[in-house]
């Protein structure tokens, strides 16, 4: 005798809400078109197009092909410089890290802005004597406003754990406050317009190590053109504006970057174990 299964099945409306929640979970946040192309359809043949025939000869004119308009070499530089300098004016205004968040959460001029859900400023102790700073927020991060709070957020409480911190004794923060549409790279351009709050952060909150987690923030904070994995392990001295010391700084490997290659997480082990050795040193 069969047994019938009784569970009610989902209705349409769970299982669409179901997929489009599995949609933003793998980075498809975006629309691109109103309908799905079918890619099982035939191709459909180019129109073959008849040859025009050779204008006569009294008929021939000659045109001047239209004038393209030139950049100047500097022009790209110069934009990045007026919003770096904006940028810079309204953190210089800051004299409290909650002042500054709210300079952040008013500022304009990064186009990431327009784009994202919240700005992402900050998690942990604005306190602790610990700085982490990561790349920008990605799809959890912006839908919940604190930086690391994903996968690659939780595999960061892991290796905090493994050396006896947690979130109540560091802080964290990003070079971008705003998520890169799809979770792509920052640009250049971007990172110019959130760099000086990020000297200032660093500058107002005084820390006594900074942690640079990624290539991106190590680039955009560190005067190197390394890649990340000539970096990490290695100890730098960050001069930072307002600081009258420069700050001991690691770069270590992204969390992110360690769910993608796993066999490189024993490197940044070592760096867990150089950091946790720093520390003790400075109590």
């Known amino acids: 005798m069969g047994v019938q299964d009784t569970r009610a099945a989902p209705t349409s409306r769970e299982s669409a809400l179901a997929l489009l929640r599995w949609y933003v979970e793998m980075g498809a946040d975006e629309a691109i078109g109103v309908a799905a192309p079918n890619r099982l359809l035939p191709a459909k043949p180019a129109p073959v197009q008849q040859p025009v025939p050779p204008p006569a000869p009294a008929q021939i004119a000659v045109r001047r092909a239209p004038a393209t308009p030139v950049v100047p070499p500097g022009a790209f530089a ?24 709210a300079l952040v959460a008013g500022f304009e001029d990064c186009p990431l802005k327009r784009t994202a859900t919240k700005t992402v400023f900050i998690d942990g102790n604005p306190a602790a004597p610990i700085m982490f700073i990561g790349e920008a927020p990605g799809a959890d991060e912006d839908r919940i406003g604190r930086p690391f709070v994903g996968r690659a957020g939780q595999l960061l409480d892991r290796m905090l754990a493994a050396i006896g911190l947690d979130r109540s004794t560091v802080q964290i923060t990003n070079v971008i406050y705003w998520r890169p549409p799809g979770n792509r790279k920052p640009t250049t351009a971007e990172i110019a317009a959130c760099l000086p709050f990020v000297l200032r952060h660093i500058a107002l ?60 997480k024993r490197e940044a082990w070592r760096d867990l174990l150089a950091l946790k050795a720093r520390l003790a040193s400075l109590s």
Not at 80 to 100: F, N
């Open 78 to 101: 110069e934009s990045l410089a007026e919003a770096a300098q904006s940028a810079r004016r309204l953190a210089a205004g800051a004299e409290t890290i909650d002042g500054l968040a």
């Open 205 to 264: 909150a005084k820390p006594q190590v900074l942690v640079l987690c990624g290539g991106t923030a190590a680039s955009a904070l560190l005067p190197v053109s390394d890649g990340i994995t000539r970096l990490r392990g290695r100890w730098f001295e960050l001069a930072i504006p307002g600081l009258d010391q420069p700050v001991p700084t690691l770069p270590m490997f992204h969390p992110a970057f360690l769910l993608r290659t796993p066999e490189r």
